[in-house]
């Protein structure tokens, strides 16, 4: 697992391990050209799928369960949602 603090991190990563003849998982995973698999997450993410709220938690949990590259705006918004 890599953590990354912003998202500019996150996909200078993703890119150089896609231009090298990466192929891409599901939730932030992404497996390099010798078949090793990272997963390339925000910092922040644990955090919010810790957080005692736990309407909060499963919300980023699930948005980031959409995702192929995660997004740290999108995982944000997800865990920030008024419902």
Same mark, same amino acid.
């Given at each position: $697992?890599?953590?990354?603090? @912003? ?7 993703? #890119?150089? =391990? ?16 010798? +078949?090793?698999?990272?997963?390339? %997450?925000?910092? %922040? =993410? +644990?955090? $919010? %799928?810790? !957080? #005692? ?7 980023? @949990?699930?948005? $980031? =369960? +959409? ?6 705006? +999108? =995982?944000?918004?997800?865990? !920030?949602?008024? %419902?």
């Amino acid at each position: $697992m890599i953590q990354c603090d @912003t998202q500019e991190e996150i996909d200078r990563l993703w #890119s150089a =391990l896609l231009e090298n003849g990466g192929e891409v998982e599901q939730c932030g995973w992404i497996r390099d050209r010798w +078949g090793l698999c990272w997963q390339i %997450v925000p910092r %922040v =993410l +644990g955090d $919010m %799928v810790a !957080h #005692s709220d736990r309407d909060r938690a499963k919300r980023a @949990t699930e948005a $980031m =369960l +959409g995702m192929i590259k995660l997004d740290i705006a +999108g =995982l944000e918004r997800a865990f !920030h949602a008024r %419902v």
